[in-house]
């Protein structure tokens, strides 16, 4: 069920509306006289993606404020000791999931009741229908537990990659320009706006310059450390036997950083994984930022688009600059993210990839 929500048939509907929730953002964030904190608002941009896009729920932007700030208390205390007592992590982000799974439950209700004006088939839609079609129809309790697992999957980890592209796009402005060059030799970018309906699921996949950006930030900047797998066959590693039944974990950092066939490592460089090098195909398991095997991450295409978006509107539409004098340590527990605030400000673009003046400022600037 969950791999037909990331099929080709169901990006494809859900660019157009990735690419909305993403250029709504972005005016946002360029008409805010101070600068904004990247990580944060990274944060409420993949939950909105998740809430209108994935799930096609309807609500206002207070409804979506509200269940976003419980939606954040969960998940800051999804990694507390299980110890239910008063005050506790356990017992607060215990309470923000029941909150979370009755504002759910309201929201599925009014989506189950409210079928017309629908242009597109959404996850949720998918979850509800595959249901009925193999005679097992949903339980409300499985919607809402379905859809919460959506929710969480899309949003730290997306989060913590978009903040690390807009770091990376401002330490390197030659890889910015370079991106910029490869939309207007596609016919994606014109007089720096995206030309209308330039965007399909095929178009960007076959940007390669833009691929190797991805791939890149998704190496040095893996959001997620490493995952679990169960051991089916007891085997020898290193000289050490691993008995069959026991859990081991493999670590998508430390292969990345120690893997022999990247040649500078800790540096961005995104032509590494160019045509004419061969760094990324030289072994199976060096590069594994989704995981690997049978059961890597099945969303992975979806976040793959979702940054590639994000990449596309920020070379079209936004100037920005760090609004202070350095950047902030990366911290890489639970996911990447920086230690200290990224603040950023934003510039909206006209077409000729001139700031837009505020009618305030236009004031402030004429002549008396």
């Given at each position: ?20 929730v993403i250029q709504d953002t972005l005016r946002v964030w360029s ?79 009014e989506k189950l009741q409210n079928t017309q004006g629908k242009d ?126 026991w859990s081991v974990l493999y670590s998508i950092r430390d292969t ?113």
């Amino acid at each position: 069920v969950f791999s037909k929500i990331f099929s080709h048939e169901a990006l494809e509907t859900y660019l157009p509306k990735i690419q909305l929730v993403i250029q709504d953002t972005l005016r946002v964030w360029s008409s805010s006289p101070d600068p904004i904190n990247v990580y944060c608002e990274a944060q409420k941009l993949t939950f909105r993606m998740a809430i209108r896009v994935l799930l096609g729920f309807r609500l206002s932007d207070e409804e979506l404020n509200l269940l976003f700030r419980v939606f954040q208390q969960f998940v800051e205390n999804v990694f507390s000791l299980p110890v239910d007592i008063p005050f506790s992590g356990y017992r607060r982000g215990m309470q923000a999931r029941e909150t979370l799974l009755r504002g759910l439950e309201k929201a599925i209700q009014e989506k189950l009741q409210n079928t017309q004006g629908k242009d597109y088939t959404d996850a949720l839609d998918v979850l509800i229908e595959s249901g009925k079609e193999h005679g097992n129809e949903l339980t409300m309790q499985e919607l809402m537990d379905g859809t919460l697992e959506l929710i969480f999957a899309a949003h730290a980890t997306t989060a913590s990659a978009s903040t690390s592209l807009i770091m990376q796009l401002l330490k390197h402005p030659a890889v910015l320009e370079k991106l910029r060059e490869e939309l207007r030799s596609n016919g994606i970018l014109h007089n720096g706006c995206v030309c209308e309906g330039a965007l399909r699921v095929d178009t960007i996949t076959t940007l390669p310059y833009l691929d190797c950006v991805i791939k890149e930030l998704l190496r040095l900047y893996s959001p997620v450390s490493g995952g679990y797998r169960t051991v089916l066959q007891t085997f020898e590693l290193d000289g050490c036997q691993i008995p069959k039944g026991w859990s081991v974990l493999y670590s998508i950092r430390d292969t990345h950083d120690t893997s022999p066939v990247f040649k500078d490592a800790d540096v961005f460089d995104p032509d590494r994984f160019g045509q004419d090098r061969t760094e990324d195909k030289d072994g199976r398991f060096h590069y594994l930022p989704f995981g690997g095997g049978v059961r890597n991450c099945l969303g992975k295409q979806l976040a793959k688009l979702f940054l590639k978006t994000l990449a596309i509107e920020l070379a079209s539409m936004s100037r920005f600059e760090l609004a202070t004098r350095t950047f902030p340590k990366v911290l890489p527990v639970p996911v990447v993210h920086p230690a200290d605030e990224l603040k950023v400000r934003f510039y909206g673009l006209d077409s000729n990839q001139n700031e837009i003046v505020t009618e305030t400022e236009a004031m402030l600037g004429a002549t008396v």
